[in-house]
């Protein structure tokens, strides 16, 4: 019983009324379009660019049992439909970044399935998904499918969804466009060429094409262009600009497969650091995915000898670099939630 009290403390409530409402109504209030599996792929198929959001109700949730309750002014019956705060908030949220997003031009397509629904389970398996909410990105009419890997809040799911519907890779064409694009914290992948077009060019593009939720791309003919590195160059060469470490690298193999080790490797830090910088958990949370042998070193960053271990550190970490080996230093303050669920399950 203590556990349901819990669960019920921590859960918003959403009131249905038993009552009909007109249909038309509630269509005027939600930007998001109901997908199920009688319009599913009709829908998709018009469309170049969609987002599905799959969510029936998460573990959490299902937890929570449907109440009958009545109404104490006009004795109507209503359900009560609890959901935990994450469903609800990512809820409200996509909700409001469809609403933005619907007058975009052209308008980007905010959808949702109930995967709840005996109907839809099959959907749901096809479209890999495995934990809810899951939010797919669908182009070309389901020919393509990706993960979506941004923001949970509206602005941010705008912005993102906004650079995830344009181009791949974005032509650079001068030092402000450039300075627009790599900014001082992102990772960002530039191609030089010395013409838009022919084998490496294309081999860009589609590797940009794959990894477009993962990193941002650009595209210049002018090496000038660009904030940091050999402005001679004349390509074609791919420059990794990073946050980190040595700022940006540079890479001349256009083997596709050569070509996205590189940037997965490059977008690394030698040495993640775990602490209360939310720039940094994007980094811990790649360690953690990433397929290499791990060594973690977790100490208390305010002790005086911390800066030594961490310096020393490095020093082994840069001698293992491209050996499949990653290391991570933590803060014991700011990782000790975590440390749980590391050593714990």
Do not use: W
Not at 9 to 33: H, R, Y
């Amino acid at each position: 019983m203590a556990s349901s009290r819990v669960l019920l403390f921590f859960s918003s409530f959403l009131a249905v009324s038993i009552s009909p409402i007109a249909a038309d109504e509630a269509d005027s209030k939600e930007a998001v379009v109901s997908l199920d599996s009688s319009n599913f792929s009709a829908t998709v198929s018009k469309y170049n660019f969609i987002v599905v959001k799959f969510s029936p109700r998460c573990g959490r949730c299902k937890k929570l049992d449907l109440e009958v309750r009545k109404c104490g002014h006009c004795n109507k019956l209503y359900l009560v439909v609890r959901k935990c705060g994450h469903c609800n908030k990512l809820d409200l949220e996509y909700e409001k970044a469809a609403s933005i997003l619907s007058s975009n031009d052209p308008p980007v397509i905010l959808a949702k399935v109930d995967a709840n629904e005996e109907a839809n389970k099959g959907l749901a398996s096809e479209y890999d998904v495995k934990g809810f909410p899951t939010i797919k990105i669908i182009r070309n009419g389901g020919k393509s499918i990706q993960e979506y890997k941004g923001p949970r809040e509206a602005d941010g799911i705008v912005t993102y969804l906004k650079k995830q519907s344009g181009p791949a890779s974005v032509e650079i064409n001068s030092a402000d466009d450039a300075t627009t694009i790599v900014g001082e914290k992102k990772i960002v992948v530039v191609g030089v060429f010395d013409k838009f077009f022919g084998e490496e060019y294309e081999k860009f593009l589609a590797l940009a094409q794959k990894l477009r939720s993962d990193y941002e791309f650009g595209h210049t003919l002018d090496a000038k262009h660009l904030p940091r590195g050999d402005s001679s160059v004349t390509g074609p060469v791919v420059r990794l600009f990073k946050p980190f470490d040595e700022c940006f690298v540079d890479f001349k193999e256009f083997n596709a497969e050569a070509l996205e080790k590189f940037i997965e490797e490059s977008s690394l830090p030698v040495v993640t650091e775990f602490n209360n910088d939310p720039d940094n958990h994007r980094f811990v949370i790649k360690f953690f995915n990433g397929p290499n042998d791990k060594v973690m070193l977790f100490l208390n960053f305010n002790s005086d000898a911390a800066d030594a271990f961490k310096l020393k550190y490095s020093e082994v970490a840069e001698k293992y670099k491209g050996e499949g080996i990653s290391f991570l230093v933590g803060d014991l303050k700011a990782s000790q939630g975590s440390l749980q669920v590391i050593f714990l399950t």
